[in-house]
């Protein structure tokens, strides 16, 4: 028998969490972010529940491929750009439309030797300070690009440091808006988080940048959880108990001795460690599900095991279900935001982690 572990992602749940983008943008056509493998879904696991986007936006070359691959013929938007001359090629190949971020790269596209001419989608730094041509600058990279012959199209887009709380958008968008007036071409500036909590910068979207709502998981957790916003879980990671323990009051479980039990209590061993991808420093007391039932993990996480405590599941033994995220058998759910915020990182960081060990299914 495999080792009991396995992850399930829910292709209804993609496909509803699509339809919650379209809501908040009615008039918005929506990139469907797949960017690391989809959140560590995997491409084409996610292609089902995500078709009907009108786009699919990622980074990596060899993953616009696949998504070609697959079949789609619409709109691939490559993030960043090209990161050498020859990737126009694959480019102007397989019609991918591409960000320009940086006067190199208007450089190579001016090079560039095509028949068909590309449509780009000119990147606005408007306080990110990642990527993007400075407001001073926009213009200009804007005129440069009109003038390329090997330029069809240009698009205007820009990103949000803080669009899940904090300063919010409001110098960004003004920025943006004040630079692009009177540009002609459609503008794309929002990604999950702009597009659940601000109206503004989706009236002001011809393309939403959907990428964590897709996966069922709040863009501004614990503001929110992914149920207030109506996401669904997108993937379940779940195990089994391979061995219980009872140990005595002031027994120790695990490397480091780090957890000691107050009184006598049973313990589970769950076949999940970090070399599954979770995460190595996720601390006592981070919720899981046994049974279907909530209880936490005690001690430290180690490469292919973790340690439950089995006290609100006293029937809980060998075989029994463990829900590390996501759905379980009952019906209970277990937020992936609230693994991530115990362990004191994001949703996202969680699920592109998923190791490649882990045996994945693809359900309805
Ligand atoms: C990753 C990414 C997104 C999607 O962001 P989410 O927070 O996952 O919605 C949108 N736009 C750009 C440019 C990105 O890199």
Known sequence: MPRPISATIHLAALHHNLARS???????????????NAYGHGIERVFEGLRSADGFALLDLEEAQRVRGLGWRGPVLLLEGVFEPRD???????????????????????????????????????????????PESYRSAWARLNALPQVDEISLMTHFSDADGGQGIAAQMACFAEVTRDLPGERSVSNSAATLRHADAVAASDWIRPGISLYGSAPDYPEHSSAAWGLQPSMTLASKIIATQSIDAGASVGYGSKFVAQSPMRIGVVACGYADGYPRV???????????????????????????????????????????????????????????????TLGYELMCALALRVPVQVVD
């Open 282 to 344: 996720a601390p006592t007391g981070t919720p899981v599900l046994v049974d279907g039932v909530r209880t936490r993990l005690i001690g430290r996480v180690s490469m292919d095991m973790v340690t439950v405590d089995l006290t609100p599941v006293p029937n809980a033994g060998m075989g029994s279900e463990v829900t590390l995220w996501g759905y379980a058998s009952n019906g209970s759910v277990l937020g992936i935001d609230e693994v991530a915020h115990s362990v004191g």
């Open 88 to 134: 126009l090629e694959l480019c102007s190949r397989l019609d991918l439309w591409h960000t320009v971020h940086c006067d190199e790269q208007i450089d190579w596209l001016a090079a560039h030797k095509t028949n068909t001419g590309h449509r780009v989608f000119l990147k606005m730094n408007s306080g990110m300070n990642r990527l993007g041509f400075t």
């Open 22 to 36: 379209r809501r908040a943008a009615p008039d918005a056509k929506v990139w469907a972010v797949v960017k690391a």
